[in-house]
């Protein structure tokens, strides 16, 4: 029996300081489909960052218990007001969250949304906590000595079971 070669895959393309652990699109591309996407993102970006404000945009669940106090608890630790929020399920967070390379219907993770690049899960956290007020920075320096498979993981087992710990809001609707 022959055994036949896989065919050659081109390396991806990682934006810079990335890492090979989450991939970028690239940018430069014959392909009609990722120019729709090139372009649509400069759409978004437009939208969203080039009016003057540039701070990032930290999506999140409207309806979770856990991800509102989360909200609540950012405001209060962020007296510069450095970033800003939307909520996954609005029109703008779906938009935001497309942009980011991910489904518009997907409420899995808190998405932080920066001009150049998006962080989910437990790198969202931290890249949320270095924007906030002292002493929350240099506990995300800390917390990133922690190898990115554990602080996902304990991050997905959170995620997966907040409704059932936190529940849901009452009016099925963004509280902030």
Known sequence: ???LPLPARSPPVVAA???PKRLALPTTTTSLAAKAVVDWVKVTDAEYFNNGDSRPIMLFDGVCN???G???F?????????IRFEALQSEPGRKLLRRSGRSPDDISSVVLVEQDRSYIKSEAVLKIMEYLDLPFPQLALLLKMVPLLMR???YDNVANNRYMIFGRSESESCEI
């Open 17 to 19: 300081g990335m890492g």
């Open 74 to 82: 950012v405001r209060e630790n962020d007296r510069h007001r450095r």
């Open 152 to 154: 996902d993981f304990a």
């Open 1 to 3: 029996m022959a055994v």
């Open 70 to 72: 989360g909200v609540r």
């Open 66 to 68: 856990l991800c509102n």
